[in-house]
């Protein structure tokens, strides 16, 4: 991601603490670039507003940390440990409509 390390237990300690999340999963997706822009997966309580919620990830972040894209979920596909199989989610196309691009290509 640009030369940044992105740790995504950092990136998803961060997120949980928004009061309407109750599971996130942060992952790279192959950018136009040829590197990673990062992705992130939620589940929250409710309904979520999607711009005040970059907002919010704006100022609770670094911003080499924000996500690129935010997608909301159901739920997760898990392992039967209960681990969220991310390599699931990074396997789903990025152009769907229920797939939030915050950057406009460079």
Same mark, same amino acid.
């Given at each position: ?6 740790? $995504? ?6 997120? #949980? ?15 136009? #670039? ?5 992705? #992130? ?47 699931? #989610? $990074? ?16």
């Amino acid at each position: 991601h640009r030369g940044e390390n992105i740790s $995504a237990p950092e990136v998803e300690f961060v997120v #949980l603490t928004h009061p309407e999340v109750l599971e996130a999963a942060v992952y790279g997706v192959p950018s136009e #670039l040829g590197e990673h822009d990062v992705k #992130l997966d939620v589940v929250v309580r409710g309904e979520i507003d999607i711009a005040d919620f970059h907002a919010w990830l704006s100022e609770n972040l670094p911003k080499f940390m924000v996500p690129r894209y935010i997608e909301v979920r159901k739920s997760f596909p898990k392992t039967p440990s209960e681990r969220i199989q991310k390599h699931l #989610l $990074a396997e789903q196309p990025l152009d769907r409509t229920e797939v939030h691009d915050l950057q406009p290509p460079r």
